[in-house]
């Protein structure tokens, strides 16, 4: 599933696509790896592949984890344009949208080229879940509640969240974060890759 982020003019998404695509197939072909390579890796489709390498599909935030994971690295890898200095402002950059519209992340940071950690904003609508899953061994996610509240769930275990609370966990277990109130929750995210 392919999804723009309707609050931003199209030739932002159009860009955000290009950019993605591009920087895909700039790493596969570092890499020395092929799109059925790429495919078998991501478990995303070849002809989707095709699509987003030549900047032809927006794809979602599950297709784009499914990407970073089988290619071991951040998703900031494939959203941020590098810069020497950067500022991240509210509501202005990238945008991804969950596949069910749930949450939207912002990333904000890379702290390398296909970097070790990387820092986003997500906004997650109220009476919402979003589950990314599980990420590829070696990332450590630190989650801090900007506004409202969160319950994370990981594994079978869950845990409450007010604002300006905090956790750490691996992200390499499956778990979902869930807002269980009638306001959007803001979240803060900081990811660190040990295996990149």
């Not at 095709?50 to 071991?72: C, F």
Request: contains cysteine.
């Amino acid at each position: 599933m392919f999804l723009v982020d309707n609050n931003h003019k199209m030739n932002d998404a159009e860009r955000l696509a290009k950019h993605v695509g591009s920087t895909v197939r700039k790493i596969r072909q570092e890499r020395g790896i092929s799109i059925q390579d790429l495919a078998e890796m991501t478990e995303v489709s070849k002809l989707t592949l095709g699509n987003i390498e030549r900047g032809e599909a927006n794809p979602s935030l599950t297709v784009i984890w499914k990407i970073a994971n089988g290619l071991s690295i951040p998703i900031s890898a494939l959203l941020n344009e590098n810069q020497e200095v950067e500022i991240s402002r509210k509501n202005k950059g990238n945008k991804v949208l969950s596949a069910n519209e749930a949450c939207t992340l912002e990333p904000m940071f890379e702290v390398s080229n296909y970097g070790s950690s990387e820092i986003h904003r997500a906004f997650l609508k109220p009476n919402s879940e979003y589950c990314p899953g599980s990420h590829q061994s070696g990332v450590i996610e630190y989650v801090t509640v900007m506004a409202g509240e969160l319950k994370v769930k990981i594994e079978d275990d869950y845990y409450h969240l007010n604002e300006y609370d905090s956790i750490k966990f691996n992200g390499d277990k499956e778990h979902a974060y869930i807002n269980p109130t009638a306001s959007t929750t803001v979240l803060h995210f900081v990811m660190t890759y040990t295996n990149s």
